[in-house]
């Protein structure tokens, strides 16, 4: 299959997954652990898409598109292990301090 195929039948996966998640604005402290809930789902995501990307550069022995996955999955660990760290110190005002 060709890139050009395979972008034309790509499904719409980041707007599904922004319309599923993000639904309306949200204020206060629950508002931000529940974004930033939502945006640990987004790039958990993003993490296991370059695992399965990555075993297919892999299965082709695609050095180059091994290297890039290799720096982005590093990259989205740094998100993830972000957004854990802000949930954890978000977490306790969101939820015992009522707003």
């Known amino acids: 299959m060709s890139a050009r195929r395979g972008r034309e039948d790509a499904p719409d996966e980041p707007d599904r997954l922004h319309s599923q998640l993000f639904t309306g604005t949200r204020t ?3 508002g931000l652990l ?3 809930q939502d945006l640990y789902l987004m790039a958990a995501e993003c993490d296991i898409t370059w695992t399965v990307v990555g075993q297919a550069a892999y299965g ?3 050095k180059d598109l091994l290297a890039v996955v290799r720096e982005c ?3 989205t660990a740094i998100q993830l292990k972000w957004l854990r760290t ?3 110190s978000a977490a306790p005002q969101a939820l015992v301090v009522a707003d």
């Open 28 to 30: 206060g402290g629950i």
């Open 34 to 36: 529940r974004d930033l």
């Open 60 to 62: 082709v022995r695609d």
């Open 73 to 75: 999955e590093g990259e």
């Open 86 to 88: 802000r949930m954890k």
